[in-house]
């Protein structure tokens, strides 16, 4: 009652402020759509005008506005598709399964939760009436099973981006399935998911996903070389790997990264102690080996690309001459306060790496005050 209270308040504001009944003298509502129609009740805006007054509002006057007739439910659920109920603290599940069957042209659907709420029906009834959807936030979702991400191989197969971060249930063989039939993905995070993140999920995630950009594996401590080569060979674009936690992976995941994943700007390596010198010559030298390789109409965009952000704090085992060899072939790693964009914290051996603008700073010299 107090949302639909809320719909009567501003819709009385309108006429206040005299934007309708402008309108209304001049016989124009919504750029001619309505003739000598007149606007004196909520349900008579038309369809056109209800939609742009609604993309401006939050979700639940959305949910609202569509209990207030038969007409504004058609119209929202034809017209609205991005939706997010993470403002939901209390009965999520309940409200998915009552809404998502009126919004079925629904693209991007946001279910983060602080306290898990979401059960596998709600999904279900997602893959059954959402078949457009294209985004999908899942994360915190403990009482998930593998039911749920079966349901979305079937009913979701134009997913692009996919967050199951901390879904510690599904298991590595749902996760295979769902790759197989979800291969357009392009963002996934299975950050937490210590059960599906494996090497055998990623063996399927390389072979069905070679459209993958993003992929997030932070604190998933079965993965291994096997896995992240697997990756590297199958998603030649990535972009962003993030592999914080991943305590079995050796040079061999960041060689074959460095060999294959020239896109690659972000990469998390933190507490990933068996990487050594190794791993940071090869991804210096891919760069200036896949320098030469660039041909010239798209060399210029070639200089921009490389690593932004490498994460290796807790690699004990790095020595100064290999990371500042990294740091040098790759102009955009930053040391330098306000910019770091490398992160060595927790290795008290590597204090002496500076990017090149902190060298530069430290050999300009002081401008000395003028006495007066």
Known sequence: MRGTEGLDLSFEKLMVFGGLENMNRS????GGLGGGLRISEWKDIPVELLLRILSL??????IVASGVCHGWRDAISWGLTHLSLSWCKKNMNNLVLSLVPKFTKLQVLILRQDTPQLQDDAVEKIATYCHDLQELDLSKSF???DRSLYALAHGCRGLV???ISGCSAFSDSALGYLTGFCRKLKFLNLCGCVRAATDRALKAIGYNCNQLQSLNLGWCDRVGDEGVKSLAYGCPDLRALDLCGCVLITDESVIALANNCLHLRSLGLYYCQNITDRAMYSLAQSRVKNKHQVWAPV??????EGLTNLNISQCTALTPPAVQALCDSFPALHTCPGRHSLIISGCLNLTSVHCACAVAHRATPAIPHLAH
């Open 27 to 30: 016989g124009d509502v919504g």
């Open 57 to 62: 509002v939050d979700d639940q006057t959305v």
């Open 143 to 145: 009482r998930l099973t």
């Open 161 to 163: 981006k996919l967050n």
């Open 299 to 304: 060399k210029n965009r070639y200089e921009e």
